[in-house]
């Protein structure tokens, strides 16, 4: 007989492993297939995580270089030992995997080790075990988009996975994708000495970001020896030898160039994956763009089978899936969950950071919305100058009417720990003048907020 569990979640990611933690909270009987030997998805093993570690190691080593002599902190001569930072970063990716085992435990979430597909509606097999569950989530996340023509060998053409394994500098990085995961990984070679060029299609960064934050940090960026090459596909990538040989054209048609590269980093977003999930098995339905089609309470087309995370629909974001997983398993257990798309932070952890939440200014005036600009400088704040972090400003778009908060944009030091006081005033309906009339401690980097806050009714104070 097959054992039979009240919700079995497919994926071990944040919206899987969340989405199981919380259903056995309320508790139900809860199993997890995953495949992978470790806990935590695409986050903690080959994502967030790592990205971070390798980050914090490259800000350092740059820090070290650039930054303490302004101090006064004289250093010897600053070398950086690769594999001492790649130990350091699976140690980190160990401890955090082995916590969710941890966590299943303490849970009594059951770990199915192995692939799950569907034998049927309401029934997977896991390792030639059948099991089946009046619940099942679908919770498999995303991988690399391939492109025609480049060969991905994860060492000299890599995606983000071979781009965090990376066991020495690469003299020349191409980044093929001005993106979140270009922009990041770029950064992490960058600040350890490679030459960065980031090739990308469209003629601007960052796509979907405030377009004057994009600007901001791609100057920003090119301060620090990014090299742009935008409105530029790559027709082809090959190995010769050592090294890699890109062919480029004008996105618009033109002359095509070379480009040499020591390792190319192909960047261009993420599918939904839903390979050997033997869907048709179940009948569940997906989109255009592969991923499953689910309502608002995450169910699919097929009863009893639902879908999280970036194999649906949305921002491909650990925290998106996260907060999904425990509106899924408070709807299972017969609570009210929701999540609210309008506030869903976005961040990248380049120096200095990037944040966004809630409307752009393109989206609103998109929308014919009339709206008031509430802007400070880092340069402006105490905090900053003591820190030598000076680039970067606060946005604020509140409506000119009510001067309700309708969208936070920031680029400079912390800027991804700043954001979420604007997510929680967009949480709350706030206005920017409840932001503005907040008392925010001296001296903070919050203050810029506070400012910014101030300024969209022209009285920042510090200007
Ligand atoms: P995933 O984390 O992809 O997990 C899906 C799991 O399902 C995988 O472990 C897979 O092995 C398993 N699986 C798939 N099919 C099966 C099957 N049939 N049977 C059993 N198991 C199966 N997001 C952020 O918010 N912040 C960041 O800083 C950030 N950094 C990132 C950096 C990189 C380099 C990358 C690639 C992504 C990053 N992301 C970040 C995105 C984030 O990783 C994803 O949004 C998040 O992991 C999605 O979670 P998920 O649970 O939907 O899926
Ligand atoms: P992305 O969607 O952020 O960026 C892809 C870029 O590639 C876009 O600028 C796009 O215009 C460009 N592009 C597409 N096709 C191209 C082509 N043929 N040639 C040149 N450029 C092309 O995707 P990315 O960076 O791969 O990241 C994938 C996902 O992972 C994102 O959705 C992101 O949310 C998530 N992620 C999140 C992080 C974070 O929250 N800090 C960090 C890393 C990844």
Known sequence: MAENFDVIVIGAGPGGYVAAIRAAQLGLKVAVAEKRATLGGTCLNVGCIPSKALLQSSENYHEALHGFADHGITLGSVSIDIAR???????????????????????????????????????????????????????????????????????KIVTSTGALELDKVPGRLVVIGAGVIGLELGSVWR????????????????????????KSFQQILTKQGFTFKLGTKVTSAKVEGDEVALTLEPAKGGEAETLKADVVLLAIGRYAYTGGLNLEAAGVATDERGRVKVDHHYATNVPGVYAI???????????????????????????????????????????????TVGATEEGLKA??????????????????????????????LSDKTTDKLLGAHIIGPDAGALIAECVTALEFGASAEDVARTCHAHPTLSEVVKEAALAADGRALHI
């Open 85 to 155: 930072m790649q130990a350091r970063k699976a140690e980190v990716v160990g401890a955090n995997t082995k916590g969710i085992e941890f966590l299943f435990k303490k849970n009594k979430v059951t770990w199915l080790k192995g692939e799950a597909k569907f034998t049927g509606p309401n029934a997977v097999e896991v390792a030639g075990q059948g099991y089946t569950a009046k619940h099942i989530i679908i919770a498999t996340g995303s991988d690399s988009v391939p492109l025609k023509g480049i060969e991905v060998d994860e060492k």
């Open 191 to 214: 600040r350890l000495g490679a030459e960065v060029t980031v090739v990308e299609f469209l003629d601007r960064i960052t796509p979907g970001m405030d377009n004057e934050l994009s």
């Open 309 to 355: 995370g970036d194999v649906i629909a949305g921002p491909m974001l650990a925290h998106k899936a996260e907060e999904e997983g425990v509106a899924l398993a408070e709807i299972l257990a017969g609570q009210a969950g929701h999540v609210n798309y309008g506030a869903i932070p976005g961040v990248v952890y380049t120096w200095p950071e990037v944040a």
């Open 367 to 396: 929308q014919g919305v009339a709206y008031k600009v509430g802007k400070f400088p880092f340069m402006a704040n105490g905090r900053a100058r003591a820190m030598g972090a000076l680039e970067g400003f606060v946005k604020l």
